[in-house]
């Protein structure tokens, strides 16, 4: 069984950086692909960023530029950098992974993943 657990999550104000972190208890598991989704008050969960096995990274249009996705596949662990954060960015945060390769646009749909975890909160407010 797969274990997936977000930390890092809090307030900050706008401009304000904060780092995710999401930590797999894999059990012989092998992940092809991960990715950080969010979910805001009354909308639908959106992939923000996906790294493939590979290290290709695809991100949503409004985080590019200032969030960055990367892993330690020795550790199972996925890491999300977001600077110069917006309220916009305000929901909760979502580790997901996948054990089927994935990349482009289809990495970031939720039916590309089979393991979620329970989630962090980040809010972004002054």
């Known amino acids: 069984q797969v274990h997936l657990v977000e930390s890092g999550g809090g307030s900050t104000e706008p401009g304000g950086d904060l780092r995710l972190s999401c930590a797999a208890s894999a059990n012989g598991v092998s992940f092809s692909c991960m990715a950080w989704f969010r979910q805001a008050p009354g909308k639908e969960r959106e992939g923000v960023a996906s790294i493939s096995s590979y290290e290709t990274r695809t991100y949503t249009a409004s985080v590019e530029g200032r969030f960055n996705i990367s892993q330690n596949l020795a550790k199972d662990a996925l890491y999300l950098q977001m600077n110069n954060l917006k309220p916009e960015d305000t929901a909760m945060y979502y580790c997901?992974?996948?054990?089927?390769?994935?990349?482009?646009?289809?990495?970031?749909?939720?039916?590309?993943?089979?393991?979620w975890g329970q989630g962090t909160q980040v809010t972004v407010s002054s």
């Open positions: 997901a992974t996948s054990v089927r390769y994935c990349s482009g646009t289809y990495s970031l749909l939720r039916s590309a993943y089979d393991f």
